[in-house]
């Protein structure tokens, strides 16, 4: 009986000094997981001035860096001018294998994207260096940003608008910067897209 009385007692004083403790303890803080905005479906096909690098296996007098002319086209040995305006580097892969055939058994022909100048996006206002940049595949609002120097101290940074053209129609959205620096949203950007940020107003 005794016996039972003390560890009621025992249990008891452990509750008093214990409970202050675990009542002042913050409980553990759910995870929260977002899952980010994947990039949009863009035309990256080939335009005026883009580069690309052609490889043609076995054959290095056929390998070279070609830029596309404003006409939209190649000058290739053997083969001579093909036009690529508008293809992907996996169409001209095929398109230069499938005339190479007249001259080569089996060619293999690979295409590799360098550089793209044909898709642009433009940046006014409050950034460091306003002006055109090349568009690459996944770029985001802040990737262009980053590219021309960073905002102003001035930039209001909570409404950036980004004017884009779908089917014909021009459309403003207004996207908090903040957030995206914050790493809380991402924000990807399409070929065509002009990125005005506002001074603030006080």
Known sequence: ??????????????????????????????VVVRQATPPPQVDMSLGPDDVFEVRVYGEPELTGIYRVSPEGAIDVPLIGRQVVRGLSTAQVADVLSDRLRAYLKAPQVTVFLKEVHSKKVVLIGQVRSPGTINFVEGMTLE????????????????RVRVTRVQSGKAETLI?????????????????GDTVSVDERLF
């Open 143 to 158: 990737q262009a940003i980053s590219m021309v120097g960073g905002l102003t101290p001035m930039a209001a940074r909570e």
């Open 175 to 191: 996207v908090n910067f903040k957030a995206i620096a914050e790493g809380s949203q991402s924000f990807y950007l399409q070929p």
């Open 1 to 30: 009986m005794m016996l039972r009385r003390d560890r009621s007692l025992a249990v008891l004083i452990g509750a008093l000094v214990l409970g202050p403790l675990l009542v002042g303890c913050p409980a553990t803080p759910a």
